[in-house]
């Protein structure tokens, strides 16, 4: 029985090709542990799937848009086909429970687990436009992303987390935020960092990350939650 046949049925694609599907779920690691069966992995299927995603989505703003700059348009893009945006829609599309992985990787579910959702979010867009051609690909596309758009525009998600909280800190409060590292643990290949959001003297939010940068627009993030501002 087709394993993936439950996943077919729910993003409401056969695949005549049933290869493709089951490709664009293995990951480099699992054949690692798994060779000799014949199996391909997803990066070839992944590179094809960025480049149909990209056009599809470029296609679909220049003609929702009619009046936006490019700027804007650009600025929409990236926020849609982002890792996050496409790791999440790979997560409400169940596609963690297809997953062929190492031993190693399963068990593994923090920022490694995000990229490989986004990588096989966008092979699995390769396999369809393979298998069912342009028009297969943009319907699934459109099914699993384009309800994320509205949100962006409307959140402003489309911006940088911290030039859209300097914007609104000196809007609203007529202060410049400014950035703290309050801890840094681990060691200098892994390490982790928590930085602090302030108004003036005043701590907003903390935010971490794996980087200085990823932890301050993680702050910048959570302090517009705090304020409201998202």
């Not at 086909?81 to 790979?90: C, K, Q």
């Not at 169940?94 to 031993?103: C, D, H, P, Q, R």
């Not at 490989?116 to 966008?122: D, G, P, S, V, Y």
């Not at 005043?202 to 935010?207: V, Y």
């Amino acid at each position: 029985m087709n394993q993936f046949k439950k996943f077919e049925d729910s993003i409401g694609v056969s695949f005549t090709n049933k290869k493709l599907i089951e490709m664009a779920f293995t990951h480099r690691s699992y054949l690692n542990e798994n060779s000799g069966n014949g199996r391909e992995h997803n990066e070839r299927l992944e590179f094809l799937g960025d480049a149909v995603l990209e056009l599809v989505v470029t296609s679909y703003l220049y003609k929702t848009y009619p009046n936006n700059p490019e700027g804007d348009l650009t600025a929409y893009r990236s926020a849609l086909v982002n890792t996050n945006t496409i790791s999440d829609a790979a997560s409400r599309l169940g596609m963690n429970e297809y997953l062929l992985l190492s031993k190693g990787e399963a068990k593994d579910m923090g920022k490694a687990r995000q990229y490989i959702l986004a990588n096989t979010f966008e092979a699995v867009i390769g396999a369809i436009y393979l298998d069912q051609g342009y028009d297969g690909a943009q319907k699934f596309i459109a099914t699993a992303l384009f309800d994320k758009l509205e949100e962006i525009i409307e959140k402003k998600l489309y911006k940088d987390a911290k030039s859209l909280v300097q914007e609104l800190a000196q809007e609203y409060e007529n202060v410049t935020p400014t950035y703290t590292v309050m801890h840094e643990t681990g060691p200098d290949h892994d390490k982790n960092f928590e930085i602090g959001v302030y108004f003036g003297d005043t701590l907003i939010t903390i935010g971490k990350g794996k980087s200085k940068q990823e932890a301050e627009q993680n702050a910048a993030r959570n302090a517009l939650e705090k304020r409201e501002w998202a």
